[in-house]
């Protein structure tokens, strides 16, 4: 609860976007997960003072801080579990491309794909592309590090950040890094808050690292009757001197859920989507090396993009895979896991035989090119139970075989109770030493990742 002290301070500092209204609590209290904690306010931040005393006020009268963007994660990390204050950066929106440095400089409310189409404007890029860029913001993807299809030849959010600017659980201000280069003067903590899920500090400002904008993209789909074929093709691709912008894999189960959505028919066991870049020429015998390559490993059909509206057409199936999938059941669990590419096959077979063993839908697709799998439990109601078995059957395994229970969705709540067992004790309590040192009082997004 916010003491009535703090609340009357907490107007004094947001004013009119200081909300305590029921329908401001509702929209604020869940994220994609829907899972659902009523916070007792939201407030608006439109400067960083604002956010500095808001977390001064919070030390002082004890009440927890939530910091949030568009409330996309897949975590939970938005989620206001013990109540108290969620502080929305979605009105931070200034935004400058220094196109000389290549550099953008950015508040965290920006909306990601906006940060990209204004880089492209220039002729530059900026790579990261989760699938939800169109409503997630800056500020949710450096604290969750997300990551995207166009990561594997061009890495994840933490690879783009050249500086920081945060404010700590205490209200105290640092600006790490600002807009160079290169920078090694002192410890890495610009890695420290990058994925910090917004339990160290809270980001106001940062400096992102843009790259020239590749010429020409283009796109093609392979078809196999069995993952194992799939799998093996894409180990085939990506040990051949090609290194694909995008190189994804859809199974059999998301497959005829997408070819009844848009009402087309695919039959197969596993497709890749493929994507290279670079010049026209480059693009052109890129794409004629994969056909040769792919030929090999008995595709039942393979599509290429020979036109813009093919390329869309390409990845189109691949963006409908969500809203097809959401179509199967009332609900969907989510995980996102990662394994050595090579076991992927294993990990698809694994998978699908806790589906069967707790009579569960269960539809994979994801990241091949990173070993980056999004294992969808496509449930009832009434299958919560199982489902939770399942899932923690599923991270066991990963454990034990060297993989991550997440690639780039996070901790937040939902996975809070295995992170223990993926780091080991030392890690953990390192971890745990850290948070604690940097909130004493436990008032930044209390209830995540521990
Ligand atoms: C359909 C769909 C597709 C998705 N696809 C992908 C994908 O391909 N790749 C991927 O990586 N993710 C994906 N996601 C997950 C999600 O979009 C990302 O995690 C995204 O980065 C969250 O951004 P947000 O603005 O919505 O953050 P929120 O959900 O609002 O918050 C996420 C976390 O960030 C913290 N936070 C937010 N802003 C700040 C800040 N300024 N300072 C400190 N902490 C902050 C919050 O406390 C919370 O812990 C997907 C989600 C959906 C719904």
């Given at each position: 609860m916010i003491p009535e002290e703090a609340r009357k301070r907490l107007r004094r500092i947001f004013?009119?976007?200081?909300r305590e209204d029921l329908p401001h609590l509702i929209t604020h209290g869940s994220d994609a997960t829907r899972i659902f904690f009523m916070p007792d306010a939201v407030a608006f931040a439109e400067e960083e003072a604002q956010v500095a005393e808001t977390l001064k006020l919070a030390n002082q009268f004890g009440f927890p801080v939530i910091p949030r963007g568009s409330g996309t994660g897949f975590s939970g990390g938005a989620v206001p579990v013990k109540g108290g204050l969620v502080l929305s950066l979605t009105k931070m929106r200034r935004l400058i491309i220094d196109q000389e440095n290549m550099v953008a400089v950015t508040e965290p409310g920006v909306i990601t794909e906006e940060l990209q189409r204004e880089a492209e404007k220039r002729g530059l890029f900026y790579p990261p592309d989760p699938a939800s860029l169109k409503n997630s913001t800056i500020g949710g993807n450096l604290a969750e590090n997300a990551g995207g299809p166009r990561c594997l030849k061009y890495g994840v959010t933490k690879n783009y950040v050249l500086g920081l600017r945060v404010v700590l659980p205490t209200g105290e201000v640092i600006e790490l890094g600002?807009?160079?280069?290169?920078?090694?003067?002192?410890?890495?903590?610009l890695g420290l808050f990058v994925g910090s899920e917004g339990t160290l500090g809270v980001i106001t400002k940062a400096w992102l690292r843009l790259i020239p904008k590749p010429q020409v993209q283009r796109s093609m789909r392979a078809d196999f009757s069995s993952v194992s074929d799939a799998s093996r093709a894409a180990t085939a691709v990506l040990t051949s001197g090609i290194l694909p912008s995008a190189l994804e894999f859809v199974d059999q189960k998301s497959l005829q859920a997408v070819g009844e959505y848009l009402k087309i028919e695919i039959e197969a066991g596993a497709s890749l989507i493929i994507q290279v870049d670079g010049d026209e020429g480059s693009v052109k015998n890129q794409i004629e090396k994969l056909q040769r390559i792919i030929s090999g490993f008995s595709p039942l059909k393979m599509v290429v993009a020979e036109a813009p509206e093919d390329e869309e057409q390409v990845w189109k199936l691949r963006r409908s895979i969500s809203p097809a999938i959401n179509?199967?059941?009332?609900?969907k669990v989510n995980e996102d896991i990662v394994v050595p590419r090579s076991l992927i096959p294993e990990a698809v077979d694994f998978i699908y035989s806790l589906g069967e063993k707790y009579g569960l839908l269960v539809v994979v697709f994801g990241h091949m090119g990173d070993g980056n799998l999004h294992v969808n439990f496509m449930i009832e109601e009434d299958q919560r139970e199982e489902t939770e078995k399942a899932v923690e059957e599923l991270f066991s395994w990963i454990i034990e075989n060297?993989?991550?229970?997440?690639?780039?969705?996070?901790?937040?709540?939902?996975?809070a109770k295995f992170l223990r067992a993926q780091l080991g004790d030392e890690a953990y309590l390192l971890m745990k030493k850290i948070k604690n040192l940097l909130d004493p009082n436990g008032i930044l997004n209390p209830g995540k990742l521990f």
């Open positions: 004013g009119k976007n200081y600002r807009g160079l280069q290169k920078n090694v003067a002192g410890y890495d903590l179509r199967l059941k009332p609900i060297g993989g991550a229970i997440s690639g780039e969705h996070g901790i937040g709540i939902t996975k």
